[in-house]
T-cell receptor, first 113, second 117 residues
Framework: ETGVTQTPRHLVMGMTNKKSLKCEQHLGHNAMYWYKQSAKKPLELMFVYNFKEQTENNSVPSRFSPECPNSSHLFLHLHTLQPEDSALYLC????????????FGSGTRLTVV | AQSVTQLDSQVPVFEEAPVELRCNYSSSVSVYLFWYVQYPNQGLQLLLKYLSGSTLVKGINGFEAEFNKSQTSFHLRKPSVHISDTAEYFCAVSDPGVTGGGNKLTFGTGTQLKVEL
């Protein structure tokens, strides 16, 4: 148990579906992140939240919509995805914006069919 | 923007042999440096980090890394590897000198370490 829990672990969705990924941290951290991990590519930072406020949107398409209702929870809402969006989506948290290292969740393996 | 280069995509090594995984980053006045390990079907786990101070950093599982500012490198080493060290290793950098840069990690493409008997 890493302290950052992601659900579901696996998700298969059609291109017209709407689904959500959930991330929860029990570490008392104030910053949370979404990363995308595709095969043979570096991890891509998608979104950064500091104290529930979005401070970074790394040119992510609007079919990905993040939500951070409080410092412990982070969601990624998905709609009308493309097959190239298939990847491992990783959530992470850190103490604060100074970023002394992240704690990662185990990820959600997303397959878009 | 920061960038990280991990030149070796795969490193095969025999059990109990030493290993070095290489990492170079683009130059910056100040950097934070990290090594993470990822086992199959899991997220990334922090091995060690350099924020300031001693350039030799010791981490978990017997790993260590040395920060070399002149060569902009942060190579990861272990004197004797075990089968259980088989995993993918990621080097990452952040730039605390940039507003909001401290908590944006830039990752390398990873190095697959395969330990063989």
């Amino acid at each position: 148990e890493t302290g950052v829990t992601q659900t579901p672990r696996h998700l298969v969705m059609g291109m017209t579906n709407k689904k959500s990924l959930k991330c929860e941290q029990h570490l008392g951290h104030n910053a949370m992140y979404w990363y995308k991990q595709s095969a043979k590519k570096p991890l891509e930072l998608m979104f950064v939240y500091n104290f529930k406020e979005q401070t970074e949107n790394n040119s992510v398409p609007s079919r990905f919509s993040p939500e951070c209702p409080n410092s412990s929870h982070l969601f990624l809402h998905l709609h009308t995805l493309q097959p190239e969006d298939s990847a491992l989506y990783l959530c992470a948290s850190s103490q604060d914006f100074r970023g002394y290292g992240y704690t990662f969740g185990s990820g959600t393996r997303l397959t878009v069919v | 923007a920061q960038s990280v280069t991990q030149l070796d995509s795969q490193v095969p090594v025999f059990e109990e042999a030493p290993v070095e995984l290489r990492c170079n980053y683009s130059s910056s006045v100040s950097v934070y440096l990290f090594w993470y390990v990822q086992y199959p079907n899991q997220g990334l786990q922090l091995l060690l980090k350099y924020l300031s101070g001693s350039t030799l950093v010791k981490g978990i599982n017997g790993f260590e890394a040395e920060f070399n500012k002149s060569q902009t490198s942060f190579h990861l080493r272990k004197p004797s590897v075990h089968i259980s060290d088989t995993a993918e290793y990621f080097c990452a950098v952040s730039d605390p000198g940039v507003t909001g840069g401290g908590n944006k990690l830039t990752f390398g493409t990873g190095t697959q370490l395969k330990v063989e008997l």
